[in-house]
C-alpha cells in the first residue's frame, strides 16, 4: 500500500495521471493552480501539459483533444468559468469523444476570488453533470469516475472542488493500477458543427440525459444514506465532514444524505432519504442548489417535508463554512442547547496585518512613480486596476487603486470613465499575465475609439500571485521547451498605439518622466515597467538607515514597505526581508539610506 | 489516538512547511493526517494559520474553536490571535519575537509587544515561551525558526514522535542542500534549554 500526504489539488492531479489524461490545460486561478502543475511534473507519462492565454483558449484546447478521442482535462477557478463559459454552454451540445473534464475550484469566503459563484449553477444552466468532492482522497477516487462518465455519455462533465478541498491535505491510497486510453483520431462527421437544427435535436438529448445521469448518480459511491430518524440532515461537498463531524460529537437519532454529485439530481435517492422524515436541514456552502432541488422535488411528488437551509434563514447566504457555523445549525435544528466554551480573558489589541505587496517589489515603484506624476501636474487621476498582487496596490500609503472588477477589466472601465470624465486622467494598471489574457481586446478598443487612456503595465515577467506561473511573455512552457517570446511592445505596435516607452520603475525621476509624457498624450499611450518579480531574482545587496536619518519617517510614510519599522523615532530596515530595490534611497530628503555592496 | 495541532506566524516564517513535517512524521508512524491552511493572499506578509489533525480520518481538516491539543506560535500576536482554537488544556509554545507588521509603523494599528507577552504568559494553559531568534543564531541561520520550534516541541512532549522520526523526514523531503543546516536547527531546538 503506498499511502501518501497529498494536497487536495494534487490527489486530484494523480487520479487523472491514473485515468490515463492525454491532454491538460488551463488558466492559473487559486484555489485551482496546483492540479495543472502536479501534471506537468510527472516524469513517467507522456502528457501533454500547456498554461493557456485565457480560460476560453484551454477549454477549447481540451475539447479539441477530445474530439479527437483523447482524454482531456481543463482547470480554472470559478471566475476562470465565465470566460469559458462560451464554448462551455455549446460544448455541451455538441458533446465529446474522449472523455473530458472541466475542473472548476469555487471558493467559498471568498479566500482570493472577486465573487462567492456557485459552479453548480453552470452544471444546471449548461445541462452537464458535476462532482463535488468532500475530501481529498474522495477527489482522487472521484476525478477518475468523471471520465468514464464523460465517456459514457459523450459529455464534458464538471468538477468542482472548493477552496477546503483544494488546499487541505490528507494521507490518500495511491493506487497501482493506471489506465491506458488508445486515440483513435479526429473522425470527420456532421455532429462537429454546430447548427441551428443539430442545437435543437441535441437540446432535447442532453435533457434526456439528465434523467439518465440522476439514475446513475442515484446508485453512485459518493452519494449515499447514514442513520436513521424523523429528522434529515443533508451535507453536500466539503460541508460533509463537519457535518460528520458534529455529529459524531452527539448522541442524536438523523438521517444523514451525502450528496457529491449536486446535478442532475439523484432524486431515487432523494426519495428514499424523505421517506419517513419530517424535517430536513441542507448544509451546502454557496448557493442553495441542493436545498431548492429537494424543494422542487417535495412540490413535484407533493411531498409535506420542512426542508430548511439557506431560503429558510436557517445558514448563512454567504461565506465559507466553518465547524462552527455547521455546529450551530445542526444544534439550533435538533433542538439541542449550545454548551458554551469556556470564555477567553479578553485579548489585548492586535495589530492587522493585512497582505502586502512584498518589500522590494517592482509593482511600489510604478504605482508611487505614477502618483508622484499626478502629484506633481496636480490633475485629478482616477486608477483603474487589475487582478494579480498589484491589486495590493490599494493599500495605504499607495492607495493607488481606485477599481478592480475582473481579469482585463481596468483597461476598458478606464475607458468608460474617460467617456463620461472627459476632464479626469484615466490611469489603468494591468500585469503582463492578465495583458494576454484579457487584456489586448481592451487596448485594440482604445485605437479604434480613438479614447485618452494611460496603460501602464506592470511587466515582472511572470503571473506572480498565483505562484510564478509562465506565460507567453515569459518563453517558457509547461513542457520545458524554451518558445519564442512574445513582446508586449510589439503587441502593442501592431494594435496600432504609438505612444509605447518602457521604463525601469525603480529608476525613479525617470520613470515620474515618461508617465508625465504618457499621460500629457493626447490618445492611448502605454507605459511598460520592466522589473522581474523579487521571488525570481535574489537580492544584490540589503540597505541599512544610517546615523544621519532625522527620524521624519517619509520613507515608511511614502511607500509603507515591510521591510521598514518603525520603534519610537527611530526607523530600521529588516535585514531578511530588504531585496536591495534602493525606491527607499530615492525618497529620503536627507540621503541616510544606504546599501553595502 | 488524535492530536490536533495549530501553527500560528506570518507569510515567510515557514510554517506551512512545519505543518507539513508534522503531519509527514506522523504519516511515518502509520497515523491518518489532515491539514488545511491558508495559502494566497495570505501569503504577502498577512497571517498564516496551519491546522495538523493526527488520527483524523472521520473529520474536517479544520480544527474546531477549542479543540486544539497544542498551538506552535511563531509570532506573539499571531498566537494570541488563534488563542481560541486552542483546549483550555492545550499546550503552547510560542516565539517571542515579534514581527511589526507595515501597518503598526504607519499608525494604522498599534502593537503592544509587552501587552501580548503578557497576555501569554498569564494564559491558563502550560506556556513555553522561548527567544527563537537567539536559537537561530545559534542555528547559523535567521530562516530555520519553523525548524528549531519543531525541536522544542519535540523536546517538550508536545508531539507523538522522537526527534529521530522528525529528521527522517527532514532528510526524505527537503532539498538536498538544505538538509545540514535544518538538522542543526532540529538539534538546536531540541536542546533550547541549554542556550
Redesign the interface.
Known amino acids: 500500500m503506498n499511502?501518501k500526504?497529498l494536497m487536495g489539488n494534487e490527489a486530484i492531479a494523480h487520479g487523472a495521471i491514473r485515468a490515463g489524461v492525454n491532454v491538460v490545460s488551463g488558466y492559473p486561478g487559486?484555489?485551482s493552480t496546483e492540479v495543472l502543475e502536479t501534471i506537468a511534473r510527472d516524469k513517467n507519462r507522456k502528457i501533454y501539459v500547456e498554461w493557456s492565454v485565457n480560460e476560453k483558449v484551454a477549454l477549447e484546447v481540451a475539447a479539441g483533444a477530445a474530439y479527437a478521442g483523447a482524454r482531456s482535462l481543463v482547470t480554472m477557478k470559478q471566475v476562470g468559468l465565465n470566460v469559458a463559459s462560451d464554448p462551455l454552454m455549446s460544448l455541451a451540445y455538441i458533446g465529446v469523444k474522449g472523455g473530458m473534464v472541466v475542473l472548476v475550484a469555487d471558493d467559498p469566503g471568498p479566500?482570493?476570488s472577486q465573487n462567492e459563484q456557485d459552479t453548480r449553477h453552470f452544471a444546471q444552466y449548461a445541462h452537464l453533470p458535476i462532482f463535488d468532492p468532500s475530501?481529498p482522497e474522495e477527489a482522487y477516487e472521484m476525478i477518475i469516475d468523471a471520465f468514464t462518465l464523460s465517456e459514457k455519455y459523450g459529455t464534458p462533465v464538471l468538477f468542482r472542488p472548493t477552496t477546503?478541498v483544494c488546499?487541505?491535505?490528507?494521507?490518500v491510497e495511491m493506487k497501482a493500477d493506471l489506465y491506458t486510453n488508445n486515440i483513435e483520431g479526429f473522425v470527420k462527421d456532421p455532429k462537429w458543427v454546430i447548427f441551428p437544427r443539430l442545437s435543437y435535436q441535441n437540446h432535447i438529448k442532453i435533457v434526456e440525459n439528465e434523467a439518465k445521469i440522476s439514475e446513475d448518480f442515484s446508485a453512485s459511491i459518493y452519494n449515499r444514506i447514514i442513520g436513521n430518524g424523523t429528522k434529515g440532515i443533508v451535507a453536500c461537498g466539503a460541508s460533509f465532514?463537519?457535518t460528520?463531524?458534529v455529529l459524531?460529537s452527539i448522541n442524536h437519532d438523523v438521517k444523514v444524505m451525502k450528496i457529491s454529485t449536486p446535478h442532475p439530481f439523484p432524486e431515487g435517492l432523494a426519495l428514499q432519504f424523505l421517506e419517513g422524515l419530517d424535517e430536513v436541514l441542507v448544509i451546502e456552502e454557496l448557493d442553495p442548489v441542493v436545498e431548492e432541488n429537494l424543494l422542487k422535488l417535495c412540490g413535484k411528488m407533493g411531498l409535506r417535508i420542512s426542508i430548511k437551509g439557506k431560503l429558510t434563514g436557517d445558514l448563512a447566504v454567504a461565506g465559507k463554512y466553518?465547524?462552527?457555523i455547521v455546529?450551530n445549525a445542526i444544534y439550533q435544528f435538533l433542538g439541542r442547547d449550545m454548551v458554551s466554551?469556556?470564555a477567553?480573558?479578553a485579548?489585548?489589541?492586535?495589530?492587522?496585518?493585512?497582505?502586502?505587496?512584498?518589500a522590494g517589489c517592482p509593482h511600489r515603484a510604478s504605482f508611487y512613480s505614477v502618483k508622484m506624476a499626478m502629484k506633481r501636474s496636480k490633475e485629478k487621476a482616477i486608477f483603474t486596476g487589475d487582478i494579480g498582487?498589484y491589486t495590493?496596490g490599494n493599500a495605504?500609503?499607495l492607495d493607488m487603486v481606485d477599481t478592480c472588477l475582473c481579469m482585463g477589466a481596468g483597461i476598458t472601465i478606464a475607458q468608460g470613465l474617460q467617456r463620461a470624465e472627459p476632464d479626469s486622467k484615466q490611469i489603468a494598471f494591468i500585469g503582463d499575465s492578465t495583458f494576454f489574457h484579457t487584456g489586448i481586446p481592451g487596448i485594440i478598443n482604445a485605437v479604434y475609439n480613438e479614447t485618452d487612456i494611460t496603460v501602464i503595465i506592470l511587466d515582472n515577467s511572470t503571473t506572480a500571485?498565483t505562484g510564478h506561473q509562465p506565460h507567453p511573455g515569459t518563453g517558457k512552457t509547461m513542457m520545458g521547451n524554451i518558445a519564442e517570446k512574445i513582446s508586449i511592445e510589439n503587441v502593442l505596435k501592431g494594435c496600432g498605439v504609438s505612444f509605447i516607452k518602457k521604463a525601469n520603475p525603480l529608476q525613479l525621476e525617470e520613470a515620474i518622466e515618461i508617465v508625465t509624457a504618457a499621460t500629457n498624450y493626447k490618445g492611448i499611450s502605454v507605459v511598460i515597467f520592466e522589473a522581474p518579480c523579487i521571488a525570481m531574482s535574489k537580492p544584490t545587496h540589503i540597505n541599512h538607515i544610517k546615523e544621519s536619518c532625522i527620524g521624519c519617517?517619509k520613507c515608511?510614510?511614502e511607500i509603507?514597505?515591510?521591510a521598514?519599522?518603525?520603534?519610537v523615532d527611530k526607523v530600521s530596515i529588516h535585514p531578511?526581508?530588504c531585496y536591495g530595490c534602493n525606491l527607499c534611497i530615492q525618497i529620503c530628503p536627507v540621503q541616510a539610506i544606504g546599501g553595502d555592496l | 489516538m488524535k492530536i490536533d495541532c495549530l501553527l500560528a506566524g506570518v507569510g515567510g516564517q515557514g510554517t506551512v512547511l512545519a505543518s507539513k513535517i508534522i503531519a509527514q512524521t506522523a504519516m511515518s508512524n502509520q497515523f491518518f493526517v489532515r491539514t488545511s491552511e491558508t495559502i494566497g493572499m495570505a501569503q504577502r506578509g498577512g497571517c498564516v494559520v496551519s491546522h495538523v489533525r493526527i488520527g483524523a480520518e472521520h473529520c474536517s481538516s479544520s480544527i474546531p474553536m477549542g479543540m486544539a491539543d497544542l498551538m506552535i506560535g511563531f509570532e506573539p500576536a499571531e498566537a494570541v490571535r488563534s488563542m481560541g482554537f486552542l483546549k483550555p488544556a492545550g499546550r503552547l509554545l510560542v516565539n517571542i519575537n515579534p514581527i511589526i507588521p507595515v501597518t503598526a509603523s504607519l499608525g494604522g494599528s498599534s502593537y503592544p509587544v509587552n501587552d501580548i507577552i503578557n497576555y501569554l504568559q498569564q494564559a491558563r494553559n502550560k506556556v513555553i515561551l522561548v527567544d527563537g531568534q537567539k536559537l537561530c543564531r545559534v542555528a547559523g541561520s535567521p530562516k530555520v525558526l519553523n525548524i528549531v520550534m519543531l525541536g522544542i516541541a519535540i523536546k517538550e512532549g508536545l508531539l507523538p514522535f522522537s526527534k529521530e522520526d522528525v529528521l527522517q523526514t527532514i532528510k526524505q523531503n527537503l532539498p538536498q542542500r538544505m538538509i545540514a543546516l535544518n538538522s542543526q536547527a532540529l538539534e538546536v531546538g531540541y536542546h533550547f534549554n541549554q542556550y
Open positions: 499511502t500526504l487559486t484555489p479566500i482570493s475530501t477546503q488546499h487541505a491535505c490528507a494521507s465532514t463537519d460528520m463531524e459524531d466553518s465547524y462552527e455546529k466554551i469556556e477567553l480573558v485579548l489585548p489589541p492586535l495589530p492587522i496585518r493585512p497582505p502586502v505587496l512584498c498582487c495590493l495605504k500609503p500571485m519617517k515608511i510614510k509603507g514597505c515591510p521598514m519599522s518603525t520603534n531578511d526581508l
